[in-house]
């Protein structure tokens, strides 16, 4: 067996003779016998060594037992080392005592018995191999653990990179089909309409009458896609606007009766935090659409403390917990990440029959809550 699996035990006794018996009675593969004289020798071995056990003789000339016991116990690498004090049949009940007052597991009386001598220390040797396998244990695991995290940590970190790639290149995208392609059919419709101010016969005009309602279409067609990809009014009007005329939006193409209670719209809110409770609301108005079967929608957006606090409730079908915490469910994955990534949660919850209800909460940065405290009080004092 290798030394560094075997179990050290540190035999200290002033005789030779009682050394070298311990050293032969003990001896054995699963154990490695650290022999010492005097208690600095014994106190040399202890800062060298992880001890299994100590066994150490009480009447020693100098320093006996109990003072290297209690200098064993302040060194850091045998403080909690187990020791067996070794006395002759002379000592009384009180040096007994004391023994154990000094930190000792076990006594024995010499003339030692062989038999009983190797079955304690057999214990020790067995308690010590098997508390060295639960160390490893416990330190494969805090490895695995932190490798974990540290997956983890990697995966949130690249979740939020996609996040904010994706918002980047809708924006651009919106951007570019409102500009381009917006501007473009406008000019087209005014081609379309001078020629149809210059007919040169009916039958232009009823073609041109056709191409200028396929145009107008197109514009509200491209409108449509340009603010589901990103809606102006969350960059010029703010949060509260935006989800205002997202609610009147869902309302007007599900027939869903929805109720609103939203702060003032002249509460403006960090860009990115706008953003993410906004793409937030819009996935969970695409599962009561899909999913909920509901008449009605309940929607909330307030501050409390120093969060923003978003509460959607539908009267559906419900939502269970199996559903809501599936791995499959990518919708909802998505909203954990974009709450997490702000270090903001999402609670969903519901029953069969009694609807669904969404709890989104995310931190306001810092400077952003001063600055809303001050415009509240300003305006609680009547302040321009």
Known sequence: MPTADKANILLVDDEPENLSALRVLLDGADRHLLLAHDADAALRCASEHDLALILLDVCMPGTDGFESA????RNERSRLA??????TSADDLASISRGYEVGAVDYLVKPLLPEVLRSKVSVFVDLHRKNTELRHEVAVRRSAERQVRESEARLHALTSHFITMREKERTAIAR????ELGQVLTVLKMDIAWLARHPDDARLRVKTDAMSRLIDDTIRSV????????????DDMGLVSAIAWQTTEFQKRTGVRCRSALPPETEVFDKDLSNTLFRIFQEILTNVARHA????LDVELRQAGDRLVLKVADNGVGIVVQEANAPTTLGLLGMHERALRLGGTVAIDGEPGAGTRVRVSIPIPGSQREHGRESRSERAEGLP
């Open 176 to 179: 570019e089909i409102h500009d």
């Open 223 to 234: 409108r449509k896609i340009s603010a589901g990809l990103r809606p102006e009014v969350l």
């Open 82 to 87: 187990p020791i067996i004090f070794l006395a």
């Open 70 to 73: 209690q200098m064993l116990r």
């Open 293 to 296: 079967h509901a008449t009605r």
